[in-house]
């Protein structure tokens, strides 16, 4: 009888997926999404956005590899990034001078071989150690390469960067990759390898260690476990995922200079991080998705997207430390105890005075910098479809008392927030 229930226990083990079909569907989802995208957005200027979100993503991703997972601050990641994707504009170079064959498809692997190579080089000694140490090492190494980007000119290309045409290689299945479509579906191809291997090695039992040296390296030692190997090995996959993103930023701008290497890219990567929320995994990516529509759609708008990026940062850092993916976490309480329905009277009657504070606070910035930087003669301005002098001091005036108004309002309702907010997360018998 025994045996006969271990042969049952047996064949129902075997016949069990390898992988759970709940933990495939965001997998599933994820690819038919991309899918979908150029069906509803065709345009050239759309398809180059998006582009730009995949490559983004794969950045954030990989520089939280070693932020999120490893609890590794590096202020000097760009680095990796951009030695890949100069590695791979010489190889586009040589395929098009008929000096080498390689299918362009296959070009993110030798980007990221490069940057796992340079990852390996530099991790030997820069992840001896965690905390400050490590980030002022980055931000040194950081500074290096991007003074020798101007100095190595034969590799780097100097103040005028390195460029190649993607469309000179062999064609793949009748693909040039001379269209924007055709390179979307290479990207995102990509993308979707490049984050199933990093969602993957963070279930691996290093990824799972390193989450143990993140939060307490003494007790990681303890164990037995290494804590410089740990990082190290962290390091160097983030470097080659790094390398990825390179390449595919190579493939799509066909340009690299040194800006994709220097202080600036690299603050930048760490902002979409923690913007996006560093303790989830999907964080990064909803951080590169705002990050890119602020940069790409906002700028074409207004001159100063930059400081609304940096005000929301700023709020983000403040008041939802674990980012907008944690602001979204914080309401899976409330779902799960069915309650999620007392948030939507006092959210909807929040909604109104908070886009009008919001608002408000955008026309005198609007109005404030026009003011300050319009030519001469060029006193009008048009703000949400209204035309006045910016040089008058009503219309700031105006903007100002709607702006308290809406401020009152939202203290007034803030309590109502609250209370309905412990309503949702009380559970029955606590």
């Given amino acids: 009888m025994s045996e006969q229930n271990t042969s049952m226990a047996k064949s129902s083990a075997?016949?069990?997926?390898?992988?759970?079909?709940?933990?495939?569907?965001?997998?599933?989802?994820?690819?038919?999404?991309?899918?979908?995208?150029?069906?509803?957005?065709?345009?050239?200027?759309?398809?180059?956005?998006?582009?730009?979100?995949?490559?983004?993503?794969?950045?954030?991703?990989?520089?939280?590899?070693?932020?999120?997972?490893?609890?590794?601050?590096?202020?000097?990641?760009?680095?990796?990034?951009?030695?890949?994707?100069?590695?791979?504009?010489?190889?586009?170079?040589?395929?098009?001078?008929?000096?080498?064959?390689?299918?362009?498809?296959?070009?993110?692997?030798?980007?990221?071989?490069?940057?796992?190579?340079?990852?390996?080089?530099?991790?030997?000694f820069s992840t001896r150690r965690a905390g400050t140490v490590?980030?002022?090492?980055?931000?040194?190494?950081?500074?290096?390469?991007?003074?020798?980007?101007?100095?190595?000119?034969?590799?780097?290309?100097?103040?005028?960067?390195?460029?190649?045409?993607?469309?000179?290689?062999?064609?793949?299945?009748?693909?040039?990759?001379?269209?924007?479509?055709?390179?979307?579906?290479?990207?995102a191809i990509w993308l979707i390898l490049a984050a199933l291997g990093m969602y993957l090695f963070s279930r691996t039992p290093i990824g799972r260690i390193a989450n143990a040296v993140r939060d307490n390296e003494e007790r990681a030692e303890f164990l037995g476990y290494s804590q410089r190997n740990v990082r190290w090995i962290?390091?160097?996959?983030?470097?080659?995922?790094?390398?990825?993103?390179?390449?595919?930023?190579?493939?799509?701008f066909e340009i690299l200079t040194e800006e994709n290497l220097n202080l600036a890219t690299s603050g930048s990567i760490l902002l979409i991080t923690f913007l996006g929320g560093v303790g989830f995994f999907i964080g990064p990516v909803i951080g590169a998705v705002v990050f890119t529509l602020l940069q790409t759609v906002l700028s074409l708008y207004t001159e100063i997207w930059q400081l609304y990026l940096g005000i929301l940062f700023v709020l983000t850092v403040m008041f939802f430390p674990a980012g907008l993916t944690g602001l979204l976490a914080m309401h899976l309480r409330p779902w799960k105890l069915g309650k999620i329905g007392l948030l939507a009277n006092p959210y909807a009657k929040m909604l109104a005075p908070a886009l009008v504070l919001v608002g408000s606070g955008v026309a005198l910035m609007e109005i404030l910098f026009h003011a300050r930087h319009a030519s001469l003669g060029e006193e009008e301005m048009n703000l949400f479809g209204i035309t006045f002098n910016s040089q008058d001091w009503l219309p700031t005036i105006v903007v100002v008392a709607i702006g308290a108004g809406a401020f009152y309002l939202v203290r007034l309702l803030a309590p109502q927030v609250k209370e309905a907010w412990d309503m949702a997360n009380h559970a029955e018998g606590q």
């Fill in 134 to 187: 490590f980030a002022m090492i980055s931000l040194g190494v950081g500074e290096l390469i991007a003074a020798c980007s101007i100095i190595i000119v034969v590799f780097f290309g100097g103040e005028e960067g390195v460029s190649g045409d993607r469309t000179m290689g062999p064609e793949v299945f009748g693909f040039d990759f001379a269209s924007q479509q055709e390179v979307y579906y290479l990207t």
């Fill in 234 to 252: 962290s390091f160097c996959a983030s470097g080659f995922f790094c390398g990825i993103a390179g390449a595919l930023f190579a493939i799509n």
């Fill in 14 to 124: 075997s016949a069990q997926p390898l992988v759970p079909i709940k933990s495939a569907l965001p997998w599933l989802a994820a690819i038919a999404f991309l899918l979908f995208l150029p069906v509803v957005f065709p345009s050239g200027a759309a398809l180059t956005i998006m582009n730009q979100m995949a490559m983004t993503i794969i950045f954030a991703l990989a520089y939280n590899m070693l932020l999120g997972q490893a609890g590794m601050l590096s202020f000097g990641h760009a680095v990796y990034m951009g030695l890949g994707g100069f590695f791979c504009m010489h190889l586009l170079n040589q395929v098009e001078y008929n000096e080498l064959y390689l299918p362009l498809p296959l070009l993110p692997v030798f980007g990221g071989l490069f940057g796992l190579f340079f990852a390996f080089l530099i991790g030997s």
